[in-house]
């Protein structure tokens, strides 16, 4: 993600998380640490015209990783382009050197939870009232990325979909419907 993706991201933000959106602030905050040795590491997930349509984020300090977010289009859920998001997150932060992977999600969430769960994500506990201000808790959940090699932390459907690594026409997407490709900014974390 570059500093030009920001307005379309907190326009996506603003659409799929009208209550809880992060600023445009945050965002700036966020890629301010996005650089080579920096904590953080950013991508986005464009159509082949430029627009973008998911984004994810990283933070990693030390041994530990976190999801600071995900987010895909309404129209691109159940395409997998959150696997492909998910799987850049969990491969840098094994190539971080991160021992675990945390993340929250809404309780209510079950559609990322499932998906959470087949890259071997476990609820270790919850934040009441995480998300506001609708007061909803979040599910807090871990990968221990440090038990087994890196892309074995990647279910094996969504590994040979990695969209940093293959072209749209390449993810076995419906003609009408190609999966956007995932663009990491190898310049920047």
């Known amino acids: 993600m570059r500093w030009w993706h920001i307005a379309p991201v907190l326009a996506l933000e603003l659409e799929l998380f009208p209550e809880d959106a992060w600023s445009a ?12 040795g920096g904590t953080r590491h950013y991508t986005v997930a464009v159509t082949p015209d430029g627009a973008v349509v998911g984004y994810a ?8 990783g976190d999801v600071q977010t995900i987010a895909v289009h309404g129209r691109h859920q ?9 799987t850049d997150l969990v491969r840098e932060a094994a190539r971080r050197g991160c021992a675990d992977l ?14 959470y769960e087949r890259f071997g994500f476990e609820p270790v506990g919850i934040r009441r009232g995480y998300y506001q201000p609708a ?6 959940m871990r990968l221990d990325l440090a038990a ?15 969209a940093a690594a293959a072209a749209p026409e390449d ?4 003609a ?10 190898t310049h920047h974390g």
């Open 25 to 36: 602030g945050m965002f700036w905050s966020e890629l301010a640490e996005a650089h080579p």
């Open 57 to 64: 984020g990283l933070m990693a300090v030390g041994g530990d």
């Open 78 to 86: 159940g395409t997998g382009l959150g696997a492909a998001l998910l």
């Open 102 to 115: 945390l993340l929250e999600v809404r309780v209510d969430n079950t559609r990322a939870q499932r998906l």
């Open 135 to 140: 007061g909803i808790d979040a599910l807090v």
């Open 148 to 162: 087994a090699p890196a892309d074995t932390a990647v279910p094996a459907d969504t590994a040979d979909h990695h």
């Open 171 to 174: 993810l076995d997407e419906p």
């Open 176 to 185: 009408d419907h190609p999966r956007p490709d995932v663009k990491k900014d």
